[in-house]
């Protein structure tokens, strides 16, 4: 059974930092891209990072680069996202998504571009 299971979520003041993770099981992870991605209520889903499968290449949209860094440790078929400077529209569910390869950015934010899904991570970002 494939699961990914996404933790590190809370609620931080602006200009906070959080630390997601998502934890990978029954898919050989390193052969995958790894993505977070971001829904806030009422708004599309939204891409904010990829790694490659070896976390030699690092992708991010425009508006996400220099506050936002992902990683992956292969040895413990984990992916995180590291998030800094926190703004309060930043708050949303936080997914991690996996694919075979990467792909071209417009695509990026389609949910059907990923091939498995975690659950969820709530991330509020308030004073």
């Known amino acids: 059974e494939v699961r990914l299971v996404e933790s590190g979520g809370g609620v931080v003041q602006p200009g906070g930092s959080l630390r997601l993770s998502c934890a990978a099981s029954?898919?050989?992870?390193?052969?995958?891209?790894m993505a977070w991605l971001r829904q806030a209520p009422g708004k599309e889903l939204e891409w904010v990072s990829a790694?490659?499968?070896?976390?030699?290449?690092?992708y991010y949209p425009r508006s996400m680069r220099g506050r936002f860094i992902i990683s992956r440790d292969n040895n413990k078929n984990t992916a995180f996202l590291q998030m800094n400077n926190l703004r309060p529209e930043d708050t949303a569910v936080y997914y991690c998504?996996?694919?075979?390869?990467?792909?071209?950015?417009?695509?990026?934010?389609?949910?059907?571009?990923?091939?498995?899904w975690g659950q969820g991570t709530q991330v509020a970002v308030s004073s």
């Open positions: 790694i490659s499968w070896n976390g030699e290449n690092k």
């Open positions: 029954g898919f050989t992870f390193d052969d995958y891209v």
């Open positions: 998504a996996a694919r075979l390869g990467i792909t071209i950015e417009e695509d990026m934010g389609l949910r059907k571009t990923w091939k498995f």
